[in-house]
């Protein structure tokens, strides 16, 4: 049934349009509709704009960079179609989940997408630290730690990216916000005073930037205990009045709705009544706040 909170601002990723996905756009879209979203962003993935920010399965399929741009030119002209397609039964949001690299220029890159393909809304990720990927593996996760001598001296510099992205960036929602817990779960340097002070920093700047908390459960399905972010951040952001929404992260129909009652029980625990998405008014999308009950 379609709930008003049945929402995600990030996932939407399909097999059509992202290398480590699967299922057509359009059979996530029919699960989105049939698990009762009332609003479901997609957020593709953008293309890199360097051989050397390839991910290894696109290297693997032989794919280019102008490969990447074609696909994302793709992306852009069928789900703008499918939005209206779909618009009497579900609302869908066409929007992107951009990256911090190459650290030189990603804020020029994110708003050239922006633009140029009219998107509705960005969603601002950090999966590069160092300009290397730390999400893909365990051992790419430890290769980023090394480079920046331990986890602790890593979350540092992740969060300052994250607090970069942010001011330079400016997107509607900031994805997953503590990524590392993926390879680094229940260790200590997760929550260390530097540390709770640099996530202090960047969702003061989150508030001051209006932008939204993805509640990526995603994480569920990875085997963590805890959607993103991990229950003393949310305690945290929800003390300093920084807004939620929910994101399933999907990659496949299965993923589609997982793990959303979950995240909504887990906002509710933490005294967190509502949740902000976002929805198209007159043509333009604006925030809208949401009961969760
Ligand atoms: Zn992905
Ligand atoms: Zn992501």
């Known amino acids: 049934m379609s709930e008003p909170w049945k929402v995600s601002l990030h996932g939407g990723h399909s097999g059509d349009f992202c290398e480590h996905g699967s299922d057509t756009l359009r059979e996530m879209l029919d699960a989105a509709v049939e698990y009762g979203y009332s609003t479901f962003g997609v957020t593709a993935h953008p293309p890199a704009t360097d051989p050397k920010f390839l991910y290894e399965e696109e290297v693997e399929a032989g794919l280019s960079v102008i490969d990447l741009a074609q696909k994302f030119n793709d992306y852009s002209a069928t789900c703008a179609e499918l939005v209206s397609q779909y618009s009497d039964r579900i609302e869908i ?13 990603f804020a020029e890159s994110a708003a050239t997408l ?10 601002g990720s950090v999966h590069w630290v160092d300009e290397m990927p730390f999400d893909t593996s365990q051992k790419d996760f430890d290769k980023a730690l090394a480079n ?30 503590d990524l590392p817990r ?21 969702l003061e700047s989150a508030k001051a930037n209006g932008c939204i908390l993805d509640l990526n459960v995603g994480a569920l399905s990875k085997g963590l205990a805890s959607p993103y972010p991990a229950p003393w951040t949310v305690q945290l952001a929800s003390e300093m009045g ?30 967190i009544e509502t949740i902000t998405t976002l929805t198209r008014e007159n043509g333009t999308i604006v925030k809208k706040i949401v009961p969760l009950r």
């Open 93 to 105: 949001l066409r929007g992107v989940e951009v990256e911090v690299v190459p650290e030189s220029s």
């Open 114 to 123: 922006r633009i140029d393909y009219n998107l509705d809304y960005v969603v």
């Open 148 to 177: 920046r001598g331990g986890l602790e001296l890593f979350l540092l510099r992740y969060y300052e990216l994250v607090g970069e992205m942010i001011e330079q960036v400016r997107p509607e929602v900031i994805g997953h916000l």
């Open 182 to 202: 993926l390879f680094s779960e229940g260790r200590s340097e997760l929550d260390s005073d530097s540390v709770m002070k640099a996530v202090y920093t960047v």
């Open 242 to 271: 920084v807004q939620f929404c929910f994101g399933d992260d999907s990659h496949s129909v299965a993923q589609v709705g997982a793990g959303i009652e979950a995240g909504r029980a887990y906002l509710l625990e933490h005294g």
